[in-house]
């Protein structure tokens, strides 16, 4: 990962010769598009002067590290970041007077919206579920239609199908706690009701000590799929071995047909198999295939770009919301938002969106309003590290399902209400 453990400087040497002798940094904490990131910010300084060190993520924790930078007096000026943003928002810039805040539903900035100073630019709508090799499942099932998996049977089925293909694997299942305890756990949460009040309801009975888990239909029926998982994975010996990098491919490859990921893997998958046609299927929690969830994948808005008001001075700010600027306004900017990044804007700016197939999936089931809301935006900073920790435990049987349930619950009825 040679990307994200070396700090990038995109320096320009016009920089001083333009009058623009201001530097900036951007704490990139998505380690997969880092590259792309690292070429972005060295053409917007070309077109500014302004210099960019890119702070990669590296193996930490958003949260540690953010709170390290900070404690040292070296705030970055931008970070990018989701739950930390209600950590840190004493120590952020108000964005509400941006030009792009008009030009953006407000629905996506509820998270950042702190009694209507707008603390973050949306980076974009990412989605995630269930990544097939449409040409694999199409040699599987005599030609694949994803409207048919709906239920435990159905994806039980399929994978069966995959399997019986010659040196082909069903999946593989990256055991990263981000993956496992963020968006994996957010069809649990989200499929919980098709109302969003009573899904907010079930996760603050989980704060309260009212619920347990165990006694939860869909945490089981979503443990059933993980089940399903594990015994179809292709490291089933050896689940928590396989690196991020390993999954996108063995999935462009065909060496398996699905892997649990997100629309940003694919500019990895296209490396390898830039023609192939991708697509999303849900993650069901039952065998009941009108069930809420069950024909949704996970859609949301929930990275912001945050400009620091602390440790920044004034011009620093100026520069910082002149890049969030540059990137949803300017030609060059959006291009790049969209065709290198392979972002999904959510402003009105722009006429484009990625054409990459995850991306057109994700915005068929936007269209088709199946989509299930990004509850994960509503953890506690360190849920995705607790709920990975005890899932990886999971993936290797070190626990059961009751004690999934129990570590579940030890987790929630301990979260302390904000």
């Not at 810039?93 to 953006?104: A, F, K, M, Q, R």
């Not at 994996?184 to 969003?196: G, I, R, V, Y």
């Not at 989980?206 to 619920?211: M, P, T, Y």
């Not at 001075?313 to 392979?342: C, H, I, M, P, R």
Request: no cysteine; glycine share 6%.
């Amino acid at each position: 990962e040679t990307n994200d453990t070396t700090e990038t400087n995109a320096t320009n040497d016009q920089g001083s010769s333009s009058g623009r002798d201001v530097e900036i940094s951007i704490f990139m904490t998505k380690p997969e598009i880092i590259q792309e990131f690292n070429e972005v910010v060295e053409i917007f300084g070309e077109e500014t002067g302004i210099d960019v060190t890119v702070i990669p993520l590296g193996d930490q924790v958003v949260l540690e590290k953010m709170t390290t930078l900070y404690s040292s007096g070296n705030a970055p000026t931008i970070t990018l970041a989701n739950m930390e943003i209600a950590v840190f928002k004493d120590s952020l810039l108000d964005l509400s007077g941006e030009p792009w805040v008009e030009t953006i539903p407000e629905d996506y900035f509820n998270l950042v919206n702190y009694d209507g100073a707008i603390l973050g630019q949306p980076l974009g709508v990412e989605g995630f579920g269930f990544i097939y090799n449409k040409a694999v499942l199409d040699e599987a099932t005599g030609g694949f239609d994803p409207s048919t998996i709906k239920t435990h049977d159905d994806l039980r089925n399929l994978f069966e199908q995959v399997e019986a293909l010659d040196g082909v694997s069903a999946l593989t299942v990256s055991p990263m706690d981000w993956s496992l305890g963020a968006h994996l756990t957010n069809p649990m949460f989200a499929s919980q009701s098709s109302e969003s009040a009573e899904r907010h309801e079930f996760m603050d009975a989980a704060i309260d000590g009212e619920v347990s888990f165990a006694d939860n239909d869909v945490f089981h029926g979503w443990v059933d799929t993980i089940d399903l998982m594990k015994e179809f994975n292709k490291h089933k010996n050896s689940p928590l071995a396989p690196a991020y990098e390993d999954a996108p491919l063995e999935l462009a490859s065909g060496e398996v047909g699905l892997w649990f990921m997100g629309n940003w893997a694919y500019p990895q998958i296209a490396e390898v198999d830039p023609d192939g046609e991708y697509g999303f299927l849900p993650v069901p929690v039952s065998n009941d295939p009108n069930h809420y969830g069950n024909s949704q994948i996970s859609v949301g808005a929930p990275s912001f770009w945050a400009v620091d008001a602390e440790q920044s001075t004034e011009e620093e700010q100026e520069a910082a919301k002149e890049f969030l600027n540059w990137l949803v306004t300017s030609e060059t900017g959006k291009d790049l938002y969209v065709n290198k990044l392979n972002l999904i804007p959510l402003s009105s700016n722009f006429d484009i969106a990625p054409e990459d197939p995850l991306s057109q999936s994700i915005v068929s089931y936007m269209d088709s309003d199946n989509t299930l809301e990004f509850m994960v935006s509503h953890y506690p900073a360190d849920a995705m590290n607790v709920m990975g920790a005890s899932l990886q435990k999971y993936l290797v049987d070190e626990i059961d399902r009751d004690e999934l349930a129990q570590e579940f619950d030890d987790y929630w009825h301990a979260v302390e209400r904000e």
